[in-house]
């Protein structure tokens, strides 16, 4: 599943950025100076809620850019 993600490749250290997933994906983002991509977030965020089993963790818009 997303096999090209680099959140996902580097999850450990998303993971280590406190607050909630979207302020994780920003900091790692701005460590990174990676411009912001909103496929790669939501792609990541559906990664994170089958492995969690937390739904919520997608909003609309994340499910419409990956045609949920």
Do not use: C, F
């Amino acid at each position: 599943m997303y096999p090209n993600n680099i959140y996902i490749k580097h999850y450990a250290e998303v993971k280590k950025y406190p607050g909630d997933i979207g302020v994780q994906l920003d900091q790692y983002d701005n460590a990174h100076h990676l411009k912001h991509n909103a496929l790669l977030r939501a792609q990541y965020k559906h990664w994170r809620s089958v492995q969690t089993g937390v739904p919520e963790l997608l909003s609309v818009e994340d499910k419409r850019l990956l045609g949920i």
